[in-house]
């Protein structure tokens, strides 16, 4: 089980964090970027998942600013009060700045450092693969910005996208072309699923996808020393 912790970012604001320490031997560190759900149950149980394959996790509460504890649903009012955080009232660069520190701050605690990301947090692991000179891997889940917004650049380290072909949410087409770049650090995974596969929550869960995307990332991990 993991715990709650507080990290100062750039402006003072202490962000609260999910923290889980590995079982066993320690891989590497892992920072783990939320849907526009914020840390739900079951983002808090993927840490968990993923320390029970030896990495540290810190998962960040990245809209913590705007909505303190956020923890929504995936449907209703819920949805809505998400897309609006999200598109509206998160800043999106600060969050990018949040991240870095969260990096940073897994740094400390020895390399290698990687990070994954669902949805909202595929499109941060990805700008952030783009950005940052302290990560060494990233894997990236339909983030709807990765191919919309920064298609163009190569990641500075090794990073894996997946994407599902019946996306409700992400538009295929720039995606496709996204694929066509062949950036020589990035590699794009396509399943035959809809948005949110990853996750047993959502009406899209496809378990066949979530288990070969997940196996594809620790493969990745490890190749790279983790």
């Known amino acids: 089980m993991g715990e709650w912790l507080k990290l100062t970012m750039s402006d003072g604001h202490e962000m609260p964090c999910y923290h889980v320490m590995p079982e066993g031997e320690r891989r590497g560190g892992l920072v783990l970027v939320h849907e526009i759900f914020g840390v739900t149950e079951h983002i808090r149980e993927m840490a968990e998942e993923y320390a029970g394959d030896g990495y540290e996790v810190i998962a960040p ?50 390399r290698p450092v990687f990070i994954v990301g669902y949805c909202f947090g595929g499109s941060v692991a990805w700008r952030m693969a783009q950005l940052s ?26 990073a894996i996208t997946h994407f ?40 899209d869960y496809h378990p066949e996808s979530a288990e070969l995307a997940k196996e594809r990332t620790l493969m990745l991990f490890k190749a790279l020393g983790g």
């Open 133 to 158: 000179e302290d990560l060494d891997g990233a894997s990236c889940y339909y983030g709807g910005y990765i191919a919309t917004r920064f298609a163009d650049q190569a990641p500075k380290c090794a």
């Open 61 to 110: 509460q990245l809209f913590d600013r705007v909505e303190p504890g956020c923890e929504l649903g995936y449907s209703g009012a819920d949805w809505e009060r998400a897309v609006q955080i999200a598109r509206q009232e998160h800043d999106w660069d600060q969050g990018l700045d949040d991240t870095q520190r969260c990096i940073t701050w897994m740094n400390q605690r020895g």
């Open 164 to 203: 599902a072909r019946y996306d409700s949410l992400v538009d295929f087409a720039p995606v496709e072309s996204l694929i066509a770049k062949q950036h020589p650090t990035a590699q794009h995974f396509v399943y035959e699923a809809g948005h949110g596969f990853n996750s047993d929550r959502r009406k």
